[in-house]
């Protein structure tokens, strides 16, 4: 059984500063890695991919991941208090042929305080 | 571009009854997923369909739950009879599918709230 775990929350960060979110998986085997955000009472939407050990940067968003440590993170620079939402962490790993499957964590729950 | 459609969007029943959940996917995706996000938790996985394939159902409750792709088109989950902790929103999500990695987004539909009394 896949697992991906995530710290539940909720984490509350002022307006600007930096928030950290963390993700660990089971499976090192998994070959890609996403973050998605969720509004309250709505679908989870993509915000960050990452495939390669290291950091990746997107606006105020920053991947970053270590295969070795099994290890995923996401930060959020000059956080906005419309970054408040839920964050998911999800990993990807093939099954047969060319299927992949995406498995998802519980998230954790962001609220940035104006 | 057309969205993933899901009806109905909010579903009350008793529990014993059945439900059905009906799911159109963007046009030419292949895979479709159907998961179950219960309050507080992340989605967790039912089943995912290549075309009219399944590719993973092990995390789908069998004695209760069923799911169909007729063509490789639209899919329906139902469940029957409901358990009180089948309450839950059953999110739809498809995707492009290759050889290769591509951006792994599944694009999700609105959801259909199920509650279970």
């Known amino acids: 059984q896949k697992e991906v775990e995530q710290n539940s929350g909720p984490l509350s960060v002022p307006e600007g500063a930096i928030a950290s979110l963390n993700c660990t998986y089971s499976d090192r085997g998994s070959q890609s890695f996403f973050w998605y955000r969720q509004y309250s009472g709505k679908s989870p939407e993509l915000i960050m991919s990452?495939?390669?050990?290291g950091d990746k940067e997107d606006g105020r968003f920053t991947a970053q991941l270590n295969k070795a440590s099994q290890y995923v993170s996401l930060l959020i620079r000059d956080s906005q208090p419309s970054d408040s939402a839920t964050y998911l962490c999800a990993v990807g790993a093939f099954l047969a042929g060319s299927a992949r499957q995406l498995t998802f964590g519980s998230g954790t729950q962001l609220t940035v305080l104006p | 571009e057309a969205g993933v459609a899901q009806s109905p969007r909010y579903k009350i029943i008793e529990k014993r009854q059945s439900v059905a959940f009906w799911c159109n996917p963007i046009?030419?995706?292949?895979?479709l997923y159907w998961y179950q996000q219960i309050l507080g938790q992340g989605p967790k996985l039912l089943i995912q369909f290549q075309n009219n394939g399944v590719v993973d159902d092990s995390q789908l409750p069998k004695d209760r739950f069923s799911a169909e792709r007729l063509k490789g088109v639209d899919s329906t989950l139902k469940i029957q009879p409901a358990k009180l902790e089948d309450s839950a929103v059953y999110l739809c999500?498809?995707?492009?599918?290759?050889?290769?990695?591509?951006?792994?987004?599944?694009?999700f539909g609105e959801g259909s709230r199920l509650t279970v009394l």
């Open positions: 046009s030419g995706h292949a895979t």
């Open positions: 999500a498809s995707s492009l599918e290759g050889l290769g990695w591509d951006t792994g987004e599944l694009f």
């Open positions: 990452i495939y390669s050990n």
